[in-house]
Nanobody
């Protein structure tokens, strides 16, 4: 099985910065795409940024130029550096990772796992 855990949320003033971190662990064979999503009450979860196994990044228009996604493959981690934060960035941020893990039968199985979410509040 694979577990995904986020950290780094909190309260920050508008214009400030936060760095979110996400770690995937378990019987991982390989990790492909990793991404950060966010959700506010009453709205659907939306993509914030993603990065493929080859390092290709994709950002929501609303965060381009302010957020940077990066990954550390040996550690199976993905970070989201958030600068120039705005009140509209307030949300619960979720990490997603997909890849393959070694099952109890020593077979490779695909996984797509979500973390539990971390709250980001941008407010003065």
């Amino acid at each position: 099985q694979v577990q995904v855990v986020e950290s780094g949320g909190g309260l920050v003033q508008p214009g400030g910065s936060l760095r979110l971190s996400c770690s995937a662990s378990g019987s991982i064979f390989s990790v492909g795409a990793m991404g950060w999503y966010r959700q506010t009450p009453g709205k659907q979860r939306e993509l914030v940024a993603s990065i493929t196994g080859g390092g290709i990044t994709n950002y929501a228009d609303s965060v381009k130029g302010r957020f940077t996604i990066s990954r550390d493959d040996p550690k199976n981690t993905v970070d989201l550096q958030m600068n120039s934060l705005k009140p509209e960035d307030t949300a619960v941020y979720y990490c997603n990772a997909e890849g393959y893990y070694s099952s109890s039968y020593s077979e490779l199985e695909h996984f797509a796992a979500w973390g539990q979410g971390t709250q980001v509040i941008v407010s003065s």
